[in-house]
C-alpha cells in the first residue's frame, strides 16, 4: 500500500536544528511532488516547502526563508526537511504529502495532495 512516513521530530531548543525525514514505499518519489505542511493548534495547515519531480524546490512559507531547505535522496525514497535556527514559533506537527500524479503544480495547497503522512511533532522550547 501506498505509504509516506515521517521521523525525526523531537523538542529541541530554540536556536537548534533538525531533520525531519519523509520515507515513500508503494511508488516512487519520481512520480510526485512531495510536500512539507505544518500545523499548529488552533491553525490551519500550511505549506511549508515542496521539491518537484525534477528536484526544483519551492518556499511557501516566508517565515522559515534561510531556514528550511528541502532535499530528496532518490537511493532510499525519502525526502528531508532540513530545519536550521528554530523558533518557538515553529513549533508544530509536520507533515509530508505527495501531491496527485496527474498534477505538477507542487504547491503550498492542500488541496493538491492526495497522500498524506502521519506527522511527526516538532516542538521548540527552552
Known amino acids: 500500500q501506498l505509504q509516506l512516513v515521517e521521523s525525526g521530530g523531537g523538542l529541541v531548543q530554540p536556536g537548534g536544528s533538525l531533520r525531519l525525514s519523509c520515507a515513500a514505499s508503494g511508488f516512487s518519489l519520481l512520480y510526485s511532488s512531495i510536500g512539507w505542511f505544518r500545523q499548529a493548534p488552533g491553525k490551519e495547515r500550511e505549506g511549508v516547502l515542496c521539491i518537484s519531480r525534477s528536484g526544483d524546490s519551492t518556499n511557501y512559507a516566508d517565515s522559515v526563508k534561510g531556514r528550511f531547505t528541502i532535499s530528496r535522496d532518490d537511493a532510499k525514497n525519502t525526502v528531508f526537511l532540513q530545519m536550521n535556527s528554530l523558533k518557538a514559533e515553529d513549533t508544530a506537527v509536520y507533515y509530508c504529502?505527495?501531491?496527485?500524479?496527474?498534477?505538477?503544480?507542487?504547491?503550498?495547497?492542500?488541496?493538491?495532495?492526495?497522500?498524506w503522512g502521519q506527522g511527526t511533532q516538532v516542538t521548540v522550547s527552552s
Open positions: 504529502a505527495a501531491e496527485r500524479a496527474a498534477w505538477n503544480y507542487c504547491s503550498g495547497d492542500t488541496r493538491t495532495y492526495e497522500y
